[in-house]
């Protein structure tokens, strides 16, 4: 169930000069952004250009637009050698794909003019729902799943979502130290603590 709490979001908006644009109508390319290669909870052990690989097979039955794949900036580590070989493919099987690494670019940047975002549980995504960019999630733990624009069968027709309760979603699931240390977060969270004896 969705925290309806809203009243932390016109201070973080504020506080952090966001805006959640509307929904994107037109747009060329689809951006792929990956998670952190093969460690991290989130990755729940698939290696990121694995996901790449098979994430681009299934769009390629549905749409030839470009596609822009931006890695995770640990994408480099040392342990996701052998799946390297995976973007190496990539690049070199499908037509109209290009690669840009985390430093390279401004997400923002990789945003401009796409017609859809493709994530695994990244939370980047939320960047492109921000900026009114569908968003397809491939895997459940996602933590804006609900916010997902369908199947990827769906690429080129995105389901619209409402994102009304999105930021309100989001702000309910991060914490400042401010926030901490005012008993602000001690405030919300300590209905659910139980003493034990």
Same mark, same amino acid.
């Given at each position: 169930?969705?925290?309806? #709490?809203?009243?932390?979001?016109?201070?973080?908006?504020? +506080?952090?000069?966001?805006?959640?644009?509307?929904?994107?109508?037109?747009?060329?390319?689809? %951006?792929?952004?990956?998670? @952190? $290669?093969?460690? $991290?909870?989130?990755?729940?052990?698939?290696?990121?250009?694995?996901?790449?690989?098979?994430?681009?097979?299934? /769009?390629?039955?549905?749409? #030839?637009?470009?596609?822009?794949?931006?890695?995770?900036?640990?994408?480099?580590?040392?342990?996701?050698?052998?799946?390297?070989?995976?973007?190496?493919?990539?690049?070199?099987?499908?037509?109209?794909?290009?690669?840009?690494?985390?430093?390279?670019? #401004?997400?923002?940047?990789?945003?401009?003019?796409?017609?859809? %975002?493709?994530?695994?549980?990244?939370?980047?995504?939320?960047? =492109?729902?921000?900026?009114?960019?569908?968003?397809? /999630?491939?895997?459940? =733990? %996602?933590?804006? @799943?609900?916010?997902?624009?369908?199947?990827?069968? #769906?690429?080129?027709?995105?389901?619209?979502?409402?994102?009304?309760?999105?930021?309100?979603?989001?702000?309910?699931?991060?914490?400042?130290? +401010?926030?901490?240390?005012?008993?602000?977060?001690?405030?919300?969270?300590?209905?659910?603590?139980?003493?034990?004896?």
């Amino acid at each position: 169930m969705l925290d309806e #709490d809203t009243s932390r979001n016109d201070k973080i908006m504020k +506080d952090l000069n966001l805006t959640i644009k509307p929904w994107r109508k037109e747009g060329k390319h689809i %951006c792929l952004f990956l998670n @952190r $290669g093969i460690g $991290g909870f989130s990755t729940f052990g698939k290696p990121s250009y694995e996901w790449a690989k098979e994430t681009i097979e299934e /769009i390629r039955k549905y749409s #030839d637009r470009p596609i822009l794949i931006r890695s995770h900036r640990h994408a480099d580590e040392h342990s996701i050698k052998e799946d390297k070989k995976n973007l190496e493919h990539i690049l070199k099987t499908f037509k109209n794909v290009t690669h840009t690494a985390f430093g390279e670019t #401004d997400i923002r940047d990789d945003l401009k003019n796409a017609w859809a %975002c493709i994530v695994y549980t990244s939370t980047s995504g939320a960047g =492109a729902l921000m900026e009114g960019v569908p968003v397809f /999630i491939t895997h459940p =733990a %996602c933590f804006y @799943r609900l916010f997902s624009a369908g199947q990827l069968s #769906d690429i080129e027709n995105p389901i619209i979502q409402n994102r009304d309760i999105f930021l309100t979603h989001y702000v309910n699931a991060h914490w400042s130290l +401010d926030d901490m240390s005012s008993g602000l977060f001690w405030d919300k969270f300590k209905r659910y603590h139980v003493i034990q004896s």
